[in-house]
């Protein structure tokens, strides 16, 4: 063989040579860049929906809430969820803002419900009647109007204050009750009363979101349809007087169902 083809076979083996390898190798998916940071109440927690962390005590953070899903089906550079049962927009703003940082790329929060009462509310329709259950509802929404987006804000713009660079994700609560089918338990006037309530909150909390820039809206009510109490395929826990706090929570179905799919395509 002559040395010039000698020497041109030699100073392409290494190309080739890359070639070959980079067809028989497994790509590597680059590492996600995502810093990600769950807060909240019992609804980004994941109460009711099993499988709670030891470390997160009386907070009840469990694996199969909608944050620990996208994480672990993402591989973010880092995810932590402070997300706690029974929190309220104060506890937010005391307690779960310092998790957040400059370099927090991504938030997510369902909050505000505990605000207007909610586990008061059912308790209350649970326990008495109509009439106590619609006044109980309708207390709650002359609070929210006049209350809800203010303290909402107060929390929005903690958020951009601490994590200026953040995606913020801002979900709802999904409605209760599947109206108009037969269904044991409280009257269709309640039924239709706490739908009624759990729709303005979630309008307001729309409303407030969207005055902020980076924010985004995820509304799972329309994930829940056909899933609700009274369906025949429900997603959340009915009264339950052996376990109080699960009670109108999502299932594991409902957070992988309902939650899982409207945040993960908020969160881009």
Not at 61 to 79: E, F, H
Not at 97 to 117: C, K, M
Not at 125 to 144: F, M
Request: glycine residues 8%.
């Amino acid at each position: 063989m002559h040395r010039a083809r000698i020497v041109s076979i030699i100073v392409s083996l290494p190309a080739t040579v890359g070639v070959v390898l980079a067809l028989g190798a497994t790509p590597v998916q680059a590492a996600s860049n995502v810093r990600y940071v769950a807060l909240g109440d019992s609804y980004s927690s994941g109460v009711g929906a099993g499988s709670y962390t030891s470390e997160s005590g009386s907070c009840q953070r469990s694996t199969n809430a909608y944050p620990a899903l996208w994480a672990a089906a993402k591989a973010p550079a880092s995810y932590v969820s402070v997300a706690c049962s029974g929190a309220r927009t104060t506890d937010v703003t005391n307690s779960q803002l310092s998790a957040l940082s400059t370099s927090t790329t991504l938030v997510s929060i369902t909050i505000g419900g505990n605000d207007a009462g909610f586990a008061n509310i059912m308790t209350t329709c649970a326990l008495y009647g109509t009439r106590e259950c619609v006044a109980a509802v309708q207390a709650a929404e002359d609070w929210a109007r006049a209350n809800l987006a203010n303290v909402l804000r107060t929390v929005y713009n903690g958020i951009t204050s601490r994590a200026p660079n953040a995606r913020v994700v801002v979900l709802d609560y999904p409605v209760f009750y599947q109206l108009g089918v037969p269904c044991v338990g409280l009257s269709p006037e309640s039924h239709a009363k706490i739908d009624e309530g759990i729709n303005l909150l979630d309008d307001i909390t729309r409303a407030e979101a969207q005055r902020h820039s980076r924010f985004v809206f995820g509304d799972v009510r329309n994930a829940f349809v056909g899933h609700q109490l009274c369906s025949g395929d429900k997603w959340l826990h009915a009264l339950n007087f052996a376990e109080l706090s699960v009670s109108y929570h999502p299932f594991a179905s409902g957070q992988a169902g309902g939650y899982y799919p409207v945040f993960r395509t908020a969160a881009g």
